[in-house]
């Protein structure tokens, strides 16, 4: 009997073609969630920007939705969000911009095709920008840089250059080269066209910045000496060989640089057309053996993110998947490879921000939310007919724990709800132990600030109040029975089983573990996380 997916289906690789799928990686602060949101202004997706500080009569951010996140202008979790542009669907994946949740940022990266780093004009390549950078380079993720912020003091351009090819070994190839010192913008030079777009500025922001494009002779007229000097910095990058080459671009070796200033939607269409011309289409990915999925494969997709409470009218969770191969259809039924089970895919929605749609079709590239799949779990592998499993997604090492407990012992059914849905949702990592008990949970963090999106959480979703106390420990490894046995007992040691059934061992500091290690060589003590990805974050 020949099935649906046994019919090759000629859409899948046009579609395919027109996905462009990415994340904005930056150090807070640099201006993400803004960029984001002009994106979105100038794709007409949305009609007016929101702010990330509560300007008056500017609302919230799309992509920062929960509350926590509009209270202090920054993004603590990942949102997706799809627009079309020209011919083209963006699929813009946003992520945290703060370090505790690297976690979920490296999930991010996963399951996206390009990424644009954006850089602070005054602050350069900033710490957590540089440790995203590396994921990108070991997931082989091409990067556009975006040079923010340039309506404000900052540094030289030619200097930013520098410091990008110097610490990140990529070669930059500016598209644009900004007309007027950071701090006085008076638009950018296209070097491709040798025209000017002329700087205009919009009320607050808050809609689309037109540029005027003039010639390069009405330019020299109009800007003088600022013209003059962006036209020869720009011939000393044509000297250095320092243009745009696609395929030097996807092979990871050079970034195209765009100068801009979000706040002001000014340089943001460039980015956009940038995206659509350069940044790669949905193409085949590698499954867990190293062999390709081809995108007019039968229908395959991960989870890489699940998440609920996006919208206090819907108590559910969403499981939040990429497409890899084929044709989504909605009500199909597809095959989770963890437990080989079937499951039917009756409520999928297509997401924006926290806000959701029913959608009965999606394509490679394409981020899709299925609703209520309890059983899926993040980095699980979903496929239709033919099977494939694409690789797990690393656990990171917890460096920071607390107990938790609930302040109304009545709630405790809210509080075990709620810790289980977090948990679920790979927010935190929950442990127990027979010495503190099932109902005494000891959570683990990659940082602190984890925490309060827990308790947050706990609060406004489960409604069930909690009280957390701190730990005294710093290192997580992973053990064994005997090894559990040995260690039982041991000063500034304790053993407790995560809730995927794995044995953690949590050491007072790193000392305390290697000392350990030295009187008993022969336990087994493993990190937790993958060890290139751990190094990274």
Partial sequence: MTTVADVPNPQVPREALRRRTFAVISHPDAGKSTLTEALLLHARAITSAGATHGKAGRSGTVSDWMEMEKARGISVTSAAIQFEYHDAVINLVDTPGHADFSEDTFRVLSAVDAAVMLVDAAKGLEPQTMKLFAVCKQRGLPVITVINKWDRPGDTPLALMDEIQTRTGLLPTPLNWPVGEAGDLRGVLDRRSGDFLRYTRTAGGATVAESVRLDAADAALEEGPAWASAVEESELLDAESQNHDSELFLDGQTTPVLFCAAVANFGVQQLLDTLVEFAPPAEARIDIDGNPRKVTSPFSGFVFKVQSGMNSAHRDHVAFVRVCSGEFRRGMVVTHAA????????????????????????????????????????????????????????????????????????????????????????????????????????????????????????VHDFHADIRMEALPYQVARKTDKESALVLAGTRQVEVFTRSDGTLLALFSTPWRLQAIIKENPKLVLIDIANATAEDFM
Avoid: C
């Fill in 339 to 458: 437990t080989g089970r079937p499951f039917a895919t009756k409520y999928a929605q297509q997401l924006f921000g926290k806000e959701r749609t029913v959608t009965d079709q999606a394509w490679p590239g394409d981020i899709v939310g299925l609703v209520n799949a309890s059983a899926l779990r993040v980095g699980d592998s979903i496929f239709e007919d033919e099977r494939v499993e694409f690789p797990p997604l690393p656990l990171f090492s917890p460096e920071h724990f607390r107990a938790i407990r609930p302040v109304d012992s009545s709630k405790h059914k809210q509080f075990r709800r709620g810790i289980d849905q977090l948990d679920h949702e790979g927010i935190i990592q929950v442990m127990r132990s027979e010495v503190r008990g099932e109902q005494a949970p000891v959570l683990g963090a990659v940082g602190p600030m984890q925490f309060e999106v827990v308790e947050d959480r706990m």
